[in-house]
Nanobody, 115 residues
Framework: QVTLIQSGGGLVQAGGTLRLSCGPL????????MAWYRQTPGKQRELVAE???????HYANAVKDRFTIYRDNAKNTVHLQMNSLKPEDTATYYC?????????WGQGTQVTVSS
């Protein structure tokens, strides 16, 4: 069992920036994909961005050119730099670790963007 701890998030005005961070408390397999998802009430959780161990990234169209996902493999942490935030980015954001055996989720953190 892996416990992911998230930090960051909060309330920001449109156009502002926030950074989310996530990391496990335990040692994990080095070959993995880490990602950020988000969810709003009544909707399915959706992928925001993901990054593999070798640094390959993928972004949802809605956040391309505004969000950047990056990781520190030495610390097994993943971060999401969110720039030019929009009200539609308001959601609960979840960190995911997929070690290709199991999927582990963080506790979620609220991001609220006011117009």
């Amino acid at each position: 069992q892996v416990t992911l701890i998230q930090s960051g998030g909060g309330l920001v005005q449109a156009g502002g920036t926030l950074r989310l961070s996530c990391g496990p408390l335990e040692s994990i397999f080095s070959d993995n994909t880490m990602a950020w998802y988000r969810q709003t009430p009544g909707k399915q959780r959706e992928l925001v961005a993901e990054i593999t161990s070798d640094g390959s990234t993928h972004y949802a169209n809605a956040v391309k050119d505004r969000f950047t996902i990056y990781r520190d493999n030495a610390k097994n942490t993943v971060h999401l730099q969110m720039n030019s935030l929009k009200p539609e980015d308001t959601a609960t954001y979840y960190c995911l670790l997929d070690d290709y055996r199991y999927r582990y989720w963080g506790q979620g953190t609220q991001v609220t963007v006011s117009s």
